[in-house]
């Protein structure tokens, strides 16, 4: 995306602030309010969302972490702030900054409150990947305060990973109370006044229209800078912010887990349903090879008891070409048995045409048929011998067929029903 779009929210009471920035060149090319985020939507839905929230609503700190807790430094942390919190630990969202040493610096805010902003970012189908106290957006320099006006309220930096923001009034009694504090930590009143001679104020406005500076405490340089709105100079120092409040509970999801989320459900659904088919179909095809293994145990055990020569059977093919050729043995005998009171009858028949020799014989055992081929000197041989056949038989005489002196034929004998 070739644009940032910067919102700066807070509450119902303050307007929402917006800027548009140039990704190449961080120029900021439009800014404005509105009273609603569902107005800044459309510009959401093409630009890099990045959010500015409202430090009022935030307490911003170090701590000093114990040693050999770095480690485990975001479990610790919340504990070590208890005494310090209005709320109970479980009710704060805590923000590590940054860590130096034995040095956290902390950004705490309610789960309440994060959960009202997100809650209406949802609504307005904004989504931003980072969330930023605002005044860590202010420049800052060592041993100076950074302020700023945004409508009633003044922003004020610091620390570089601290600062407030009140109305004037409350700004004014939280100077004093700073300063004194500042003050109360030098060893002595000239170590005092080495410190106060090193610190400014630097005040980002128009002069004309802030005659008196807004901490009014004796000492301060205030050097006073004229510069565009304060919401785009917090737009534009925002890209050289690494601080995000979305962390732990809050962290964003990809985009992917996002767009998929809502499709959890049906796809648990739909898993539930498939395990349960494939449970069932699993049952049927255990239930298919469990039979098809007592068949096969049957059909080897008869197989044995009929063959018992063959007891090992390395495979089914084996055992069913075994079975067939035994089969085939059968029937061959079946058949020699069946044609053997054929041959009986019919060899006083032949004798009675000399001359006629017989060629072959078949037997058809399905048709329960003698095919009797044979050759003779002439076509009344043939004759003949059919003459005598049919009064044992039904006789059926082919097509005879002549090659010289030789005559051949077949004869279909069958038993007289």
């Known amino acids: 995306m070739s644009e940032r779009l910067i919102i700066r929210i807070s509450d119902a009471s303050q307007p929402i602030y917006w800027a548009q920035v ?9 800014t404005g309010t509105c009273q609603q985020l569902s107005a800044l939507t459309e510009q959401a839905q093409t630009r ?24 485990q430094r975001d479990k610790v942390v919340p504990y070590l702030l208890e005494e310090a919190l209005a709320d109970e630990v479980e009710a704060v969202h805590v923000t590590l900054l940054d860590t ?15 959960q009202a902003w997100q809650q ?3 609504a307005a189908n904004i989504h931003a990947r980072q969330w930023i106290p605002d005044v860590l957006c202010l420049p800052w320099q060592p041993q100076t305060l950074t302020l700023a006006p945004l409508a009633d309220q003044w922003l004020c930096r610091y620390q570089p990973h601290q600062g407030v923001v009140g109305q004037r009034a409350w700004l004014a009694f939280w100077a004093q109370a700073w300063w004194q504090q500042l003050g109360n930590q030098t060893e002595g009143a000239r170590a005092a006044d080495t410190e106060s001679s090193t610190l400014s104020l630097q005040v980002y406005g128009a002069q004309d229209a802030h005659t008196e500076s807004p901490l009014p405490i004796d000492g301060f340089p205030v050097q006073w800078q004229q510069s565009e709105p304060t919401i785009s100079m917090l737009a534009a120092q925002s890209t050289a912010v690494s601080a995000n409040l979305l962390s732990g509970p809050y962290r964003p999801q990809s985009q992917m887990k996002q767009r998929f989320k809502p499709l959890i459900p049906t796809a648990a659904l739909l898993v539930m349903v498939m395990a349960l088919l494939g449970g069932e179909q699993w049952l049927a095809l255990r239930d298919t090879q469990q039979q098809v293994q007592v068949l096969r ?12 020569q063959y007891q090992r059977i390395p495979t089914r093919s084996y055992m069913v ?3 067939d050729a035994e089969i085939a043995r059968l029937a061959g005998q079946q058949q020699d048995s069946a044609l053997l009171p054929w041959l009986a009858q019919l060899a006083p028949m032949l004798d009675d045409v000399p001359g006629l020799e017989l060629q072959a014989l078949r037997y058809q055992g399905n048709r329960d048929a003698l095919i009797l081929r044979a050759k003779g000197r002439d076509f009344a041989q043939f004759e003949r011998l059919r003459g005598i056949l049919s009064e044992h038989y039904a006789t059926e005489l082919g097509q005879l067929n ?3 002196d030789v005559v051949s034929g077949e004869f279909t004998l069958r038993s007289p029903s």
């Not at 145990?297 to 018992?308: C, H, I, K, V």
Request: net charge positive; glycine share 2%.
């Open 22 to 30: 140039r990704t190449s060149d961080n120029q900021v090319m439009t």
């Open 321 to 323: 070409r075994q079975m």
């Open 100 to 114: 130096q040493e034995n040095t956290a610096q902390v950004a705490v805010v309610a789960h309440r409150q994060m």
């Open 120 to 122: 209406a970012l949802d």
């Open 297 to 308: 145990s049957q059909s080897e055990a008869l197989f044995r008891e009929t063959l018992p």
């Open 48 to 71: 890099r969302v990045v959010v500015l929230v409202d430090s009022t609503w935030l307490t911003l700190t170090s701590v000093t972490l114990p040693p050999g807790s770095r480690r």
């Open 402 to 404: 002549r090659s010289g």
